[in-house]
């Protein structure tokens, strides 16, 4: 990487630190392209939020953080050279990325930006955010132990974000608006036999509070409304791609994910996309890190 007044020269430029990021790191520099990460102030992505994960292959029951750790370690040890800066500004036609403290210039670019949280829309939910409505209870989960709080949502974010709050809360209602769950067996079989979730089918439709959550209101079938007392609730409905940057840059699907081909190529030439920010049939760590094996491959075939 040379840089000279602001201006940095790279062969290969990853955005995004996550799983796949750091995997497209790891297999790029293993292969002598020298990559450079935009990994933002804290390398993992959405990945460090997650408090238990046993479903990596090879490395048991363990934490995202942990995991993620991992990968940055592999990363540097190989050589990849990782950045704490965020990316403001894309331009694909001139393929340059600005940052904070100047312009970065590639040949080839990785888009790793993953997703962001999605949030309920609902009157309220803006003025509750850290005082009482969260979206990361492995965060913010502890300053609620001992109290009564809520989770919604149906898939395995959500379901293992209420298996670890009942480790520490008083009590969990779990809020999904289906019957089934979108979540594995085993976690579903899981939440089923824990005594501390409440299990409820229904959709938030508000929320109550003075200076901070103390309720929530529930449309329920067939019991009508039902108004819940707790002190938090954790929002796990999903997430929104991050491709603000480049949306109109590049072919995105209807959800506004980006759309690839089997190598992760996109439909600009040079850009490949990996992991949650493209169009993927699953969305797991272990389906990120090999979205970022294959785009990095990708270049040196």
Do not use: W
Not at 32 to 56: H, M, R, T
Not at 58 to 84: C, H, K, N, P, Q
Not at 178 to 185: F, K, P
């Amino acid at each position: 990487m040379d840089t000279i007044n602001g201006r940095t020269e790279c062969e290969l430029l990853i955005v995004g630190a996550g799983p796949a990021g750091l995997t497209a790191a790891i297999y790029a520099a293993r292969a002598g392209l020298k990559p450079v990460v935009l990994a933002g102030a804290a390398p993992g992505g959405q990945a460090i939020e997650s408090p238990e994960i046993e479903n990596y292959p090879g490395v048991g029951r363990t934490d995202g953080y942990t995991l993620a750790a991992r990968m940055l370690s592999s990363a540097t040890e190989f050589g990849a050279e990782i950045v704490y800066e965020t990316a403001l500004k894309i331009s694909l036609a001139e393929k340059r990325v600005t940052t904070e403290s100047g312009e970065y210039f590639y040949k080839y670019l990785i888009l790793a930006t993953g997703a962001s949280h999605r949030k309920l829309g609902i009157d309220g939910e803006e003025k509750y955010i850290g005082k009482g409505v969260g979206y990361c209870a492995t965060c913010d989960g502890g300053f609620y132990r001992g109290k009564d709080v809520a989770v919604v949502g149906g898939g395995d974010s959500a379901l293992t974000e209420a298996l670890y709050l009942s480790k520490i809360a008083k009590s969990v209602t779990l809020v999904h608006r289906r019957n089934e769950y979108r979540a594995s067996v085993s976690l579903v079989n899981r939440v089923l036999s824990e005594p501390k979730i409440k299990r409820i089918t229904g959709v938030i439709t508000a929320l109550s509070g003075e200076e901070k959550l103390c309720g929530i209101e529930v449309a329920t079938l067939p019991s009508g409304i039902q108004n819940i007392t707790v002190d938090a609730l954790f929002v796990a409905i999903g997430g929104i791609p991050n491709t603000e940057l480049v949306k109109d840059q590049l072919e995105l699907d209807k959800n506004g994910y980006v759309v690839t081909n089997a190598s992760m190529q996109t439909s600009v030439p040079g850009v490949y996309a990996a992991g949650d920010v493209r169009n993927t049939p699953l969305r797991q760590i272990v389906t990120a890190c090999a979205d970022g094996a294959v785009a990095a491959s990708a270049l040196t075939e």
